[in-house]
């Protein structure tokens, strides 16, 4: 099912992962993570806390009663945590995904470490440009809004300590949100690349393959989330022509996310099936011919034998044509399309709401 948990299963550690460049600033992040007791998610909920208590703290400052953020600003400022954990649990689940799928690889121990290593750990500098490249967008965008949107966005009035940790804020989010994009790239290119490179292919054992389909289907629905709470806590943003747009792209990009690295291995499944269907069907056509023989020549001794191969040709035939070629459990495609248009319906009932109203 895809389905997020709560809490993280314990990572894959392969023994003499060959590592074929650096680790990324958040791979060094999510391993200090790892060396303190205790969940992953805990810390990650705590940052979120801290950065909430800081809020609080510079919002109320010098005021005589407590002013509480908008919602906005709880959706806001979890951005880099849930973010951060997401990516934690992915690259967790990845590991996890290709234990499971070993007895499906054609690959040495040795390829193995280094298939693992690249699963789960992105390059150091590509992520940083990443990184970057979200905070430029986060500059673009905010420059494109009025002080007033700015200020209606995070509840607050005039420029100040509060005003500057929010720009801070804002920039750390769009970086976080262009680094799991780049994440998800990374990771489901490389299970693309074990699925054309590394798999044994047969189309009676697909129960490994279903390892990554659950894997991209996390990823899209975890990827979801992040529209969830744009939706619920500030549709007011998708009245912002610059800001509207990243619905639709999330989305987007959702959808590519669960469909993209299971192409390969459907193509190279369906290639099998076809190979298995056009040998099945020579042989059918000599049992057939066979048959012919027998008639035109009035060879009818144990003809019982000769129906019964005939049979059991019909059945393997039938047993091919209805097996699957895309490697996932049905009910995977079902939650990632409920998944998926879940905020768009969200939203347009939101907008149909304020309409009546």
């Given amino acids: 099912m895809a389905t997020l948990t709560t809490s993280s299963p314990a990572p894959a550690q392969p023994i003499g992962a060959a590592r074929t460049y650096a680790p990324s600033w958040v791979d060094r992040f999510t391993a200090f993570i790892d060396r303190l007791p205790g969940p992953p998610l805990l810390y990650y909920l705590g940052l979120w806390l801290v950065l909430l208590g800081t809020d609080l703290v ?46 499906g690889l054609e690959c040495d121990d040795d390829s193995y470490d280094t298939l693992c290593y690249r699963l789960t750990t992105m390059p150091a500098r590509p992520t940083w440009l990443s990184t970057l490249a979200g905070v430029m967008v986060a500059l673009v965008t905010l420059g494109s809004l009025s002080l007033e949107q700015r200020f209606a966005l995070v509840a607050i009035d005039s420029i100040g300590t509060l005003y500057y940790f929010h720009l801070v804020m804002g920039a750390i989010a769009f970086g976080a949100a262009a680094t799991i994009i780049y994440h998800t790239w990374h990771q489901l290119r490389t299970v693309s690349h074990i699925y054309r490179n590394f798999t044994i292919v047969n189309i009676f054992e697909q129960q490994p393959l279903y390892a990554f389909s659950n894997l991209s ?3 899209a629905v975890g990827i979801l989330f992040i529209s969830y709470g744009w939706t619920i806590a500030a549709p007011e943003v998708f009245n912002i022509p610059i800001t509207s747009m990243w619905l639709p792209i999330f989305n987007i990009i959702c959808a590519l996310t669960f469909v993209y690295p299971l192409i390969g291995i459907h193509n190279l499944l369906k290639g099998d099936k076809e190979a298995r269907l056009v040998r099945l069907s020579q042989r059918q056509r000599m049992a057939e011919h066979e048959l012919h023989r027998r008639i035109d020549t009035h060879e009818l001794v144990d003809m019982d034998n000769l129906n019964k191969a005939m049979q059991a040709l019909e059945v393997e035939y039938q047993a091919i044509k209805r097996a699957p070629t895309w490697p996932w459990h049905p009910e995977a495609p079902r939650a990632v399309a409920a998944a998926l248009f879940f905020p768009i319906l969200l939203y347009l009932m939101q907008r149909m709401l304020e309409q009546v109203l």
């Fill in 217 to 219: 289907a996390q990823t």
């Fill in 58 to 103: 510079l919002r109320n400052q010098g005021a005589e009663e407590l002013r509480l953020p908008r919602p906005f600003v709880l959706v806001f400022l979890v951005a880099f945590p849930y973010n951060t954990w997401l990516i934690h649990y992915l690259d967790r689940m990845a590991g996890k995904a290709l234990m499971r799928f070993r007895p």
